[in-house]
């Protein structure tokens, strides 16, 4: 039998899908995206090992920060071009807050490496690890979709960035 609530959920999806999105949507989610970043931050900080079960406030918040990561891209997808005044202002938010804060918290992961391999997880931090490098890859592919010919090699550098953050991290694991 499926649920109301599974109904409504394809609805709402369904209807996210065809609605148009523009700059000031891809800004909010950039904005989530780093909210998200912050928490799964803290929580890596906050991990000191003692097993699987104190790993998970970074598990939960790295699946919440994968699914801003694939709900930016949808609005990213069904956004029509940006015009060069708004690319330029989201490449600098990304170039300026959200890369610095994507590196400071694969260093914090890496920081904490032995603990996560006492206690068994190095598999599970280097899987998450290339999920969120392919999402953020997919996103920022299909941001440099919508971006003017002007500021294509200042978003392909701010993507090149952040990939090379993220393929730091995943050597250590």
Not at 15 to 24: G, L, M, S
Not at 89 to 102: D, F, G, R, S
Not at 129 to 154: I, N, W
Request: hydrophobic fraction near 40%; proline fraction near 2%; aromatic fraction near 4%.
């Amino acid at each position: 039998m499926v649920a109301i609530k599974d109904i409504l959920l394809l609805a709402a999806s369904a209807t996210a899908a065809v609605i148009p999105r523009n700059a000031a949507t891809i800004e909010k989610d950039l904005k989530t995206i780093n909210t998200d970043i912050s928490n799964l931050h803290t929580a890596v900080n906050n991990y000191n090992g003692g097993g699987a079960i104190n790993a998970l406030p970074i598990q939960n918040d790295e699946q919440t920060l994968d699914k801003a990561i694939n709900s930016a891209d949808t609005d990213a997808k069904n956004s029509g071009a940006v015009n060069d005044a708004d690319s330029k202002t989201i490449i600098a938010y990304i170039k300026n807050t959200l890369e610095p804060n994507i590196a400071a918290t694969l260093k914090a992961l890496i920081a904490k490496k032995a603990d996560f391999a006492k206690d068994g997880l190095t598999s599970t931090v280097l899987s998450d690890l290339q999920t969120l490098k392919k999402d953020t890859d997919t996103f920022g592919a299909d941001l440099l979709k919508k971006t003017p010919s002007g500021q294509q090699s200042a978003g392909k550098a701010a993507l090149a960035k952040i990939d090379a953050d993220f393929n730091n991290a995943i050597k250590q694991f």
